[in-house]
């Protein structure tokens, strides 16, 4: 059995037969036969953050544990990115952050175009957004960002999309209070260190190499800052999608204080049609290979059976993914 499948920028996408095969008998196979032949997409993020590593230490695992299995890690814009590419087809596997999924089940802000039969897979890690600027830059409150150059994540990235929430949480204008650039988060460094911009968003997990990189370079102190205070105003226009975080004091080079932030739920999502086998077997081999996923980064620590549950995913769950919880006695649905 073949599955081949297209990726940004390959070949025709092949479903057919083979598909409705593997989805018709899903319900009933065990693991994956050395006969089956499964290609996978996994889009991930921009190589300075946590997305692409991940990604790649899972598509390793996916490839190196399930017969038959080759898996790779695409580099992206991020969450809207990935949504899009399973919308369209061209990828299997999407990290997200659960606010871009939802808009994406909705087809709402980023999505109008069209709705995105997203389903959750598993819940990951959370994401905490990172206010960054550096000291000599005058900016120490989220007020002081107005009339300052600030970068508010690529195009194609949930960063983006809890930036502008955040923004307007405080009661400030992204176009009008600020000189917006659109930068991912290693670009953001560059520029931040090349003093052609004042400050950046960033949602990511902990640490992020990039901010790292930029709180280690000499000459430089690394200011996140505090704005805790407006998730209330971020959940009552959005839902309840948001939280009240810290990043500890000492995560980055020169950080002398936490950091009270906010945060989302990251999210591993596939395609309404992906085959429950394919689901079931992603996600066993996620918690069977964890310490692998670990090896590569830390944030996968925090993939937990204890955090599989609707409150942390407002997309609906996949059949596949429930069927390898409720083995494991966990109930979500």
């Known amino acids: 059995m073949t599955i ?113 039969p997203v389903r959750t897979l598993m819940v990951l890690y959370p994401n905490r957004m990172h206010v960054v600027s550096v000291e000599g830059m005058g900016i120490a409150k989220m007020a002081d960002l107005k009339g300052k150059r600030v970068s508010t994540g690529s195009p194609g990235s949930a960063t983006e999309v809890m930036a502008f929430r955040l923004i307007e949480a405080v009661g400030m204008d992204k176009d009008k209070d600020m000189k917006r650039e659109r930068l991912g988060v290693a670009e953001s460094v560059n520029a931040i260190k090349d003093r052609k911009i004042d400050a950046f968003f960033w949602v990511g997990g902990l640490p992020t190499s990039a901010v790292t990189d930029l709180g280690a370079t000499p000459g430089t102190k690394l200011v996140l800052i505090d704005h805790a205070d407006a998730v209330a105003a971020m959940n009552k226009k959005h839902g309840n999608l948001y939280a009240a975080d810290v990043i500890p004091a000492k995560t980055y080079p020169g950080q002398d204080k936490d950091n009270q932030n906010s945060s989302v739920w990251n999210i591993l999502v596939a395609h309404e049609k992906m085959s429950d086998q394919v689901a079931y077997n992603i996600v066993k081999t996620i918690f069977d290979k964890k310490a692998d996923l670990v090896a590569v980064h830390s944030e996968a620590q925090n993939f937990e059976l204890a955090t599989q549950k609707a409150a942390n995913s407002p997309m609906p769950w996949h059949p596949g993914a429930l069927k390898y919880f409720a083995e494991k006695g966990i109930k979500i649905n």
């Open 4 to 116: 081949a499948v297209k990726r940004p920028g390959a070949g025709t996408r092949i479903l057919a037969a083979a598909v409705v095969a593997l989805a018709l008998g899903s319900q009933a196979c065990g693991p994956a036969q050395a006969q089956d032949k499964v290609t996978l997409s996994i889009g991930t993020g921009g190589t300075g953050g946590v997305y692409y590593p991940l990604g790649g230490g899972l598509a390793n695992v996916l490839s190196k544990t399930v017969p038959g299995w080759q898996a790779t890690a695409e580099v992206t814009g991020g969450s809207v990115d990935n949504l899009k590419l399973l919308g369209a087809g061209k990828s299997d596997i999407g990290f997200t952050m659960a606010d871009a999924g939802l808009d994406a089940l909705n087809g709402q802000d980023k999505f109008t175009g069209g709705k995105v």
